[in-house]
């Protein structure tokens, strides 16, 4: 499973950490080019250390090492990575918070859960950071998306933490 926002890998490489390493030759740069070929072919999902399966509901997967930082410093470790519809990142937990980025690409990524306001018959909202930024651009595209938009069968999903502050 792909997860679209932060395709790096575990060491911080993105796509274009790829580069031609020294002059040795032809036989060097394809050994080169067929082994950054196949580490960019690895999806972030599949580099984590450990995939909770017991926490696996209509495909969200645990993942117990993910590590990640929101724009205030906070440390996140652990998320959940699940399929959902794209839409607006919204600064707080509520329909009517400004939009603060969206995320174009599924699934995703999230840290934690927090109650707010009603959104299509629950209270429950995501919090993750989005693929483009909006809004306020010293938060990052950090924020919340609703509960509905998410493809699992149970709200909050099994093996996601509530968020300290709620």
Known sequence: MAVAHHAADRNGNTPG????????????ALAGAVACAAALAVSPASQATAVTRS?????????????HTDWTGMHFL?????????GSIRV??????SVNGQIAFSPSWFVCWKRGSPYQGGDIWYY????????????????????AELASATHPVPGLKQCTWS
Request: with cysteine; hydrophobic share 25%; net charge positive.
């Open 17 to 28: 950490a790829c580069r031609r390493r020294g002059g040795r030759g032809l036989r060097a």
């Open 128 to 147: 993750t950071q989005g693929d483009t930024v909006s809004g306020a651009r010293t938060a990052k595209g950090w924020g919340y998306l609703p509960a």
């Open 55 to 67: 926490a696996t509901t209509a495909g969200c997967q645990a993942r117990a090492d993910a590590r």
């Open 78 to 86: 652990g998320d959940v990575v699940c399929p959902h519809n794209t």
């Open 92 to 97: 707080q937990s509520t329909t009517e918070s």
